[in-house]
């Protein structure tokens, strides 16, 4: 694939080169001066109850710019220069508000949402200044290890490419497996710990060529341009989020623009994209959204275009949208996404075997989906409630071919599907300025179908290792109260509770939060709590044959317990003059209840997720522990003036025991990783804005499996050294990541080219080690090379 990707960026800077010439069009017509709409809706930070009254002003404008909501809490700025600003709101009994660095073009209005947060007075005559800060998390409940990003970091940062995952691979404590992957690893936990959640709906796999029970992959689904400003958790996270052993991604799609129709184009990595936004009608604030993306690739290759790759051509699309609804007290939302995708990778016809898979012939479809109604209800200014129905799904098949048996016989053939019915709801209370209670029930259904076998040469038969159909239920409720001492300390404490009645496991999570801002501009803060997760679903109904005569199987893990983990957090933040952060955190969790297998007393599932296949024993058992240990350091500048860095760096160490109880490395214990990114953005002329940023990441190399040459002929399929078991790394990884900007406005239209110049200095990192079979040989995949990529987009 990573050929294909080569020359699909190849074509997309040819077909960048005619885009250019609207450009110039452009540069040359309509000389006028232009401005758009500034509008946006001011509402409380707990209850998300519109505020009227609060003042909003355009900070450094003169003559002195700014406007107040309206009884619904809106505000509207008319004839706003273009460029970047920053807004202050204020309200009575309210802490100020601000905004930096705010985008506003000519092709589409901007519109925000501004949360304050109230005061708890213990004087009459506190003042208190406003915070400039746009990395605290939207989430109230959250004091530790957590923070917001914006969805203009996806795009500004260097090797982010608009994936949101990728982008969080830059914040401390955080790595990814692979340049070809965007699985998210935190403080050296599996990428299995990790929760996706959209509109507070728990959401399977949003990447293309991802796997079931997997949490990353190639492409993501996820359309960055109908993102909102989202939360992104590293541990010990509030009561609310269930099911997960190391962090979780809590996603927001913003509403569409409700007063004028808006339109996109875009062509770049992540395929051809065409997007529409606008009111239902005139009479009424309804709005709808809707995005729809094709494969680059795919669609150059349908236009006769022969990249010389046979049959690996990437093939995928997908589609996101929402309907927003207001009512007179409250709100409804109809949201979703899909996508579908598949890829032939033939190493009989000479295809790149990037993806670790050399000696044989793979042929891999996936497709997910989840869409879902959300409905709020304001039962006056203190009290909401949010209760949310969802179906989601995710499907996926594969067969693999082994090329020393020949193309008439399947190695595996695989087709996994499951289906999840969600229903959940959420209350919150605020009882007075010091008080909040939220308290929810979370209720799923799954039904389940897998189906998978592999050929057994022995006995020349397949043999079921899954053949499995029906349904299991998960129910969770929690509870959490924050008490408001003062403005600058306050206690979070939480319960979650979960039980899974497939084998009637269940957990009691208590969890608990402080935050305490002793001087202005400096907080510590502590988290604690313990978490559970049920285990791959895959792992429940995996089978193995007791009687080769009557073809009998025998399922062997359908008793396993949850997983388990206790999270402790300790932290240090600090701001250093305006716009400038330090932030510090230590960090320790032990996990237990860990299945593992005696037949592979090495083996332990913290060890599974980083790739596309995982391993499955019989009679496995939850007696396997984990530590995860580090220190994390963050040295941040937010863009002011045009100049941003943010520099961060992870030493940690993270350990597993199996079934045998010694202690070895897992496999994502890379123990080091340092991140400096850093960019400027200048105006060319009132019109544009010409940005260039870049990254630069240095980590310990990736554990690996070491593969034992000699059985590996002897047995005719690769075997593997257990006996070291992730003891040695790949080489350290580097990688020099740049992005270059332009932006250029004009009477209602703007447009974007990105050139992204992934890996500058075209650095061998390896990706990993594989037998092949047709060869009998160890085979090296490296992860990607020197690789230019170029985006266009266009609003109008």
Known sequence: MDICLRLQNMQLLRISLLFSLLAIITLNINAQELSQTFRGTVVDAYTEVPLPGATVIILNSSPLKGTSTDVDGQFRLDDMPLGRFDIEVRMLGY???????????????????VRLEEHVYLLDDVEVRPELRKDQPLNEMAVISARSFTIDETERYAGSLGDPSRMAANFAGVSSASDQRNDIIIRGNSPLGLLWRLEGVEIPNPNHFGSIGSTGGPVSMLNNNHLDNSDFYTGAFPAEYGNALAGAFDLRMRNGNNQQHEFMGQVGFNGFELGAEGPFSSKNRASYMVNARYSTLEVLHAMGMNFGTGAAIPKYKDI?????????????????IGGDNSISMLDSEADDAQYGFAGTDLYFSNRMGVTGLSHVHYFNTNTRINTTMSVSGIRSKANIYELTNGLDKETIVEDLGETRYSLSSKLSHR????????????????????????????????????????????????????????????VNSGLHLSAFLLN????????????????????VSFGAGMHSQMQMKGIYFSQS?????????????????LSRSLHLVAGYDRLLGEGHRLKTEVYYQYLYDIPVAAGRPEF?????????????????????????MGIEL??????????????????????????????????????????????????VGQRSLLSADIKLVYAGGNRFMEI???????????????????????????????????????QNINQEWALDLQNVTNRQNIFTENWNRNRQEITTSYQMGFMPMMTYRIYF
């Open 545 to 561: 044959l007791v009687d080769s005569v009557s073809m009998t199987y025998e399922q062997t893990n359908e008793h396993l317990d």
């Open 504 to 523: 009637n496991s269940y957990a009691i999570e208590p969890r608990v939060g402080v935050k305490w801002s002793f001087l202005p501009g400096q907080s």
């Open 604 to 628: 332990s599932t913290l060890n599974q997720g980083g790739a596309f296949n995982y391993w499955v024993f019989n009679k496995m058992e939850n007696s396997g522990t984990g530590t995860n």
């Open 95 to 113: 802490k100020p508000g601000t905004i930096h660095n705010l985008l506003i073009g000519s092709g589409r209005e901007l519109v925000v949402t």
């Open 320 to 336: 996101s949208f929402k309907m927003h609804i207001p009512l007179e007290r409250g709100r409804i939302s109809i949201f979703g």
């Open 431 to 490: 009882f007075n300025s010091r008080n909040f209670l939220n308290a929810g029930l979370i209720v799923d259904h799954y039904d389940i179908s897998y189906h998978g076998q592999e050929y057994h040469e022995a006995s020349e038969e397949y043999r079921d290792y899954l053949d499995a159909d029906g349904s299991m239920q998960m129910v969770r409720g929690f509870g959490e109260w924050q008490h408001r001492f003062s403005d600058e300390f306050s």
């Open 708 to 746: 034992d040459p000699e059985q590996s002929v002897l047995n005719n399929a690769v075997k593997y050294k257990w006996e070291t078991a992730y003891e040695n790394r790949y080489p350290d990884y580097f990688r020099l990541n740049g992005r270059i900007t332009f932006r250029l406005n004009g």
């Open 634 to 683: 963050t040295l941040e500048k937010f863009l002011q003036e045009g100049f941003y860095y943010l520099i961060t760096a992870s030493v940690f160490d993270s350990k597993y025991r199996g079934y045998d109880e010694i202690q070895r490395n897992t496999a994502f214990n890379n123990n080091y990783i340092f991140n400096v990114l850093t960019g400027y953005e200048w105006s």
